[in-house]
Nanobody
Framework: EVQLMETGGALVQPGGSLRLSCAAAGFTFDNHAMSWVRQAPGKGLEWVSG????????YYAASVKGRFSISRDNAKNTLYLQMANLKPDDTALYYC??????????WGQGTLITVSS
């Protein structure tokens, strides 16, 4: 059974930083690209970032490019999202997902980030 568990969500002030983690289990992690997807209150899903299976190529939505950094540790079966200069518009439930935008086939439960002063 594929399991993805996100951690690291918190209440943070505008301009602050945060790192999310996603622990993967139940599949061969380094055989799959991975993504982060978010859903803001009352809005639809927004793909945020993706990384190829080896960690060599990364991809970002325009809304987060230059502020967020995706990475992975295949030895630890863990995906990360380092976020900086957070804005109130970044408030959302953040999901870890297997695959890349347009081809996501497994999701975690999500972790909540609230950006507010």
């Amino acid at each position: 059974e594929v399991q993805l568990m996100e951690t690291g969500g918190a209440l943070v002030q505008p301009g602050g930083s945060l790192r999310l983690s996603c622990a993967a289990a139940g599949f061969t992690f380094d055989n799959h690209a991975m993504s982060w997807v978010r859903q803001a209150p009352g809005k639809g899903l927004e793909w945020v970032s993706g990384i190829d299976k080896g960690g060599d190529s990364t991809y970002y939505a325009a809304s987060v490019k230059g502020r967020f950094s995706i990475s992975r540790d295949n030895a630890k079966n863990t995906l990360y999202l380092q976020m900086a200069n957070l804005k109130p518009d970044d408030t959302a439930l953040y999901y870890c997902a297997r695959g890349l935008d347009g081809a996501l086939d497994a999701w975690g439960q999500g972790t909540l980030i609230t950006v507010s002063s």
